[in-house]
């Protein structure tokens, strides 16, 4: 669909462990009633071991779909994805449902964000635990029991045993969560896709889960793909940072690099838009004018063009813009780089004033 | 200082849950204080299920309070007729957390907003309220002849938009703002927090602001309670709670909200909270949050503690500043 | 840099054209689904022919030629005639003028009963709910024949009567529906909402709750008008509806039904086609109707007729 040409983002400053997911030119797209909706504008990415890749847009902004689709979770028809999506040797785009079957689950584990709907009411967590194990590991019971009991002991859950016989309503929302996560885990995945696992949650329980996945990661050297628009989490944990924005990649880079020193307009607008505690400044927010494009419609140019505050000529609206490499390792998708001193005033960094308090163990008694 | 607004004491409101024998009370608001003067923000913050909407809700007599006094520039709310509850609903307002259950789907948004003003009868003649319902968009940001269109053609910053158009149209002095950004995405969140600060300056208004978002109600509040199991823990204002938080809650939620700048997110230390928040239904004696706290002490099971100034302007329940507060009995 | 706190880009496409009032998008989105404009066409026709029946009915319905008795349909007879010689067609023409009677109005007893209980049930709640639900329940555990041949019973056969008989047996079904939808809805946030701004009761259940439960009540009606018909039916044949001579379908299909075994199969065909036309027609305005009430499946139904 697209004539620009698409450097590959190659790109191994940080790491020289091995490649295990490679999307090319991912497009999905949806057949509604107002006509074709192009979900995910061509997405190339390279996931490597142990790495934690943070996919950051709003919703409608492809980030969701763009895994989902890799493993085909999303309906098609309506929905329809090209590209090529290389998990080891295997172009998952190109495999059939029934040979899917063995890559969900089982080499990509999942978590969605509400841990209520993931999982089945009317089964144990023991069976929901266990089922995945017994068909992709061929586990007798017995073994997929004991492995059930060390997965959620392994997750957090108290006295695992008593528990493998309790139904998702008797757990409290971090606790399912948790349960979530065991089974995302339960067949020792390559890649581990955290779709907005931790939104639905409170703060003090998404910091759990923050913690619980990143050593669940440290110890089995899985990547990880965390889906969310939260920039603070993003902070947090990611190694690099892709921003979606109407189906494309606008910005990538590695996360500290993106934070302090954003370079497409939309991060810059997403960050300065963001009240960030510590900041004390209290005037009106930096808010980005407007709404996303639909996907029915996108702008011809580039698709952020319309809400655009450094948008200066004809180009940004009639030419879609090539995403390149502006310094090692950081890629952007704008014929026009916001300029250091707008781009540093927007991060959070700067803005901070106070320091968050300490509060390391003193007045414990 | 000016007389206050709103001033609400000792607010209870339990709900009984399960029939006959089986038969509980959840104390779901269990004894909040606050006042808030004209013009004021001040932020109720807390996780789900601390409390925080119902006592928002209980307060307008959206819910019933089991007792405790609410009263409003000198009338007491909880002792006016149903008839006088109603005409004085024209000065309290509230904005809805979720835009897309907030509005009847059956009406035109302008209907919606109309319907305020025909309440209380607000508009002389069918132009004059159509006026004043486009007036009333427009004030909000949207175009006034979308007054015709209905609620599913309306994105969600565009709903609460709307919302926040009706919450104004009676020109009340104080709005509860229920969760109000919650259900946005994050580049529409700015947005309606910028619109209702711009309203609150124009309109004199004052907002009780509830929300789980700290950093967002650091942004927009003078001042900021924190709740935890249907009480206030801590109450101070803005910069001060972030500066200096007093009780352990606050300190380990304060410490647990991301922070979008890598460098400090990564060296910060963390204050991990073990398990999950008690029942409100059966909550611990003593202070509420012992059971997680990590300063706790032989008297946080004994004593109930009271809210206490701790700095200027800034109160704690928390014995860890003096055992003040009930002794629990029984 | 200076942001403007909304620009064009976010406003909707203002409407180019003033609005239309909304009982007539109501009735173009109706007019626009095909079925629904089929219904409401031989629903108009049957009205239309039972009103001017004396007019469109080629014969009397008492007139009978007992030599020309049990007549296949013919030119003469388009319908055949009956046991009597009488002319099937005009009697399923003047039949009709009894049998969307006892339907509308049976019917619209129910509807307004059992709506009105089913909203105070439903939003008052209590006991005023746990009596009147109760009340229902009893009601609603008779067979439905069963109860109506009571009320006729009790009450002394008459077309009045049984109208009454079968509006009572049909108002639980009316009841615990609405009240069903009147629970949900209640807690919805709009009707908070409207609570919120000091709206009285009256101006909610009105306002809010009325138009938010009225789909499932619509399907229900077209249903119930149905049922009422044939429940008309049952009543006759059972000799306790409408009496003789005047012809009611169901009370057609009665008399039909000694005559099958001589293969008189159009006694009792045509009678039955009336009553299956008519359900079907009520029940496809019925579902536009829902349809066309539903501002977003009216915004579907346009935008399909636009392109």
Not at chain 1, 277 to 287: F, K
Not at chain 2, 47 to 52: A, I, L, R, T, V
Not at chain 2, 145 to 173: L, M, N, T
Not at chain 3, 152 to 163: F, K, Q
Request: charged share 25%; glycine share 8%.
């Amino acid at each position: 669909m697209s004539g620009a040409p698409e450097p590959t983002p190659e790109h191994d400053d940080s790491t020289d462990a091995e490649v295990v997911l490679s999307v090319r030119d991912l497009e999905v797209s949806f057949g509604t009633k107002r006509g074709r909706a192009e979900v995910v504008r061509g997405l190339d990415y390279d996931l490597h071991r142990g790495e934690t890749l943070a996919i950051v847009g709003e919703s409608g902004s492809g980030k969701s779909v763009s895994t989902l689709a890799l493993t085909k979770l999303i309906p098609i028809p309506p929905g329809r994805g090209t590209g090529t999506a290389h998990l080891g040797d295997t172009d998952l785009i190109s495999l059939s449902e029934a040979e899917l079957v063995h890559v969900r689950g089982q080499r990509i584990g999942f978590v969605f964000q509400d841990p209520m709907t993931s999982l089945n009411p009317v089964h144990t967590i023991g069976r929901q635990l266990t089922e995945g194990m017994r068909h992709h590991l061929g586990l007798s019971e017995a073994a997929a029991r004991d492995r059930a009991v060390e997965l959620l002991a392994k997750v957090g859950i108290p006295s695992p045993e008593d528990r493998l016989g309790d139904y998702p309503h008797q757990f409290s929302g971090g606790m399912r969560q948790r349960v979530v996560i065991a089974i995302g885990l339960s067949c020792d995945p390559e890649v581990l896709i955290a779709d907005e696992a931790t939104t639905a949650l409170d703060v003090t329980t998404q910091a759990q889960i923050i913690d619980l996945i990143a050593e669940l990661q440290a110890d089995l050297g899985m990547a990880v793909v965390w889906i969310t628009h939260d920039l603070g989490v993003v902070a947090g944990i990611a190694d690099r940072v892709l921003v979606m924005y109407a189906g494309e990649v606008v910005e990538q880079a590695d996360a500290p690099e993106l934070l302090s020193r954003p370079r497409h307009p939309y991060t810059v607008g997403l960050l300065a838009s963001l009240p960030v505690l510590g900041d004390t400044e209290r005037g009106d927010l930096a808010a980005i004018p407007g709404l996303p494009p639909p996907p029915t419609s996108l702008p011809p140019g580039c698709g952020f063009y319309p809400r655009c505050s450094f948008r200066s000529d004809e180009r940004c609206a009639t030419e879609r813009p090539p995403l390149r490499e502006v310094v090692a390792g950081h890629l952007v998708r704008s014929f026009y780089e916001v300029p250091e001193e707008q781009s540093r005033r927007a991060s959070a960094a700067t803005r901070i004033a106070i320091e968050p308090p300490d509060v390391r163990d003193e007045g414990v008694a | 200082m000016s007389s206050p607004l709103l001033e609400v004491e000792d607010l209870h409101v339990h709900f009984p849950v399960g029939r006959g024998r089986d038969r509980q009370l959840v104390r779901a608001v269990d004894g909040v204080s606050l006042t808030l003067q004209p013009g004021e923000t001040l932020g109720l913050v807390g996780e789900s299920g601390c409390g925080k909407t119902t006592s928002g809700l209980a307060l307008l007599r959206l819910v019933e309070p089991t007792s405790g006094r609410v009263v409003f520039d000198g009338t007491d709310v909880r002792s006016l007729s149903k008839r006088d509850l109603r005409s004085w609903r024209r000065r309290a307002a509230m904005i809805f957390q979720d835009p897309y259950a907030s509005l009847d789907p059956r009406l035109p948004v302008g209907e919606s907003i109309g319907e305020a003003l025909d309440i209380h009868g607000l508009h002389q003649g069918k132009q004059a309220r159509r006026d004043r319902i486009g007036d009333l968009l427009e004030r909000c940001g949207l175009h006034p002849r979308v007054a015709d269109r209905y609620p599913h053609e309306f994105s969600g910053g565009q709903r609460q938009r709307i919302g926040i158009a009706r919450a104004i149209a009676c020109e009340p002095d104080f709005i509860v703002c229920d969760e109000p950004i919650a259900a946005l995405d994050v580049s529409i969140q700015a947005q309606v927090m910028n619109l209702l600060t711009e309203l609150q300056q124009d309109l004199g208004l004052a907002y009780l602001f509830i929300a789980h978002d700290l950093a967002a109600v650091q942004h927009v509040c003078d001042r900021i309670a924190v709740m935890y199991l249907g009480r206030i823990v801590e109450e101070a204002e803005r910069l001060d709670l972030y500066r200096a938080p007093q009780p352990p809650y606050t300190q380990a939620l304060l410490s647990a909200i991301p922070i979008p700048d890598p460098v400090r997110e990564r060296e910060r230390e963390r204050i991990r909270l073990e398990g999950d928040v008690p029942s409100p239904i059966d909550p611990p004696s003593g202070c509420r949050f012992r059971t997680r706290c990590r300063a706790v002490f032989d008297a946080c099971e004994r004593i109930d503690p009271a809210l206490q100034e701790v700095a200027d302007d800034h109160r704690a329940a928390c014995l860890l500043h003096g055992e003040v507060g009930t002794e629990v009995t029984g | 840099m200076t942001e403007p706190t909304h620009d064009p880009a976010e406003e909707l496409q203002a409407p180019d054209e003033p609005s239309e009032p909304r009982w007539r998008e109501t009735l173009s989105a109706l007019l626009k689904n095909r079925l629904a404009a089929a219904g409401m066409i031989v629903l108009a026709l049957l009205i239309l022919s039972a009103v001017f029946a004396d007019l469109v009915a080629p014969y009397a319905y008492t007139d009978g030629d007992i030599v020309r008795r049990l007549e296949p349909p013919g030119r003469d007879h388009w319908f055949g005639t009956d046991e009597l010689g009488r002319d099937v067609l005009s009697r399923v023409i003047f039949g009709a003028r009894v049998s969307l009677q006892v339907g509308a109005v049976a019917v619209g007893i129910s509807l307004m009963v059992g709506t009105l209980i089913g909203l105070i049930s439903g939003y008052r709640g209590g006991w005023i709910d746990a009596v009147l639900m109760r009340t229902m329940d009893v009601l609603f555990s008779f067979p439905v024949v069963l109860l109506a041949i009571a009320i006729v019973a009790v009450l002394t056969p008459s077309l009045r009567n049984t109208m009454i008989a079968i509006g009572v047996v049909f108002t639980p079904i009316f009841a615990r529906g609405v009240r069903g939808s009147v629970l949900s809805v209640r807690e919805e946030v709009y009707v908070r909402a409207s609570r919120s701004l000091g709206a009285s009761d009256w101006r909610i259940i009105s306002r809010h709750v009325l138009p938010n439960v009225a789909a499932p009540v619509i399907v229900q009606t077209s249903l119930s008008l149905a049922f009422a018909i044939l429940t008309e039916a049952a009543l006759s044949y059972l000799g306790i509806g409408v009496q003789p001579p005047r012809p009611a379908w169901g009370l057609m299909l009665l008399d039909a039904q000694g005559f099958i075994p001589t293969g008189a199969w159009w006694m009792s065909l045509f009678p039955g086609l009336a009553i299956f036309l008519t359900v079907m027609a009520l029940n496809l305005v019925g579902d536009g109707l829902r349809d066309a009430l539903d501002p977003k499946q009216r915004s579907i139904i346009q935008s399909r007729g636009v392109t």
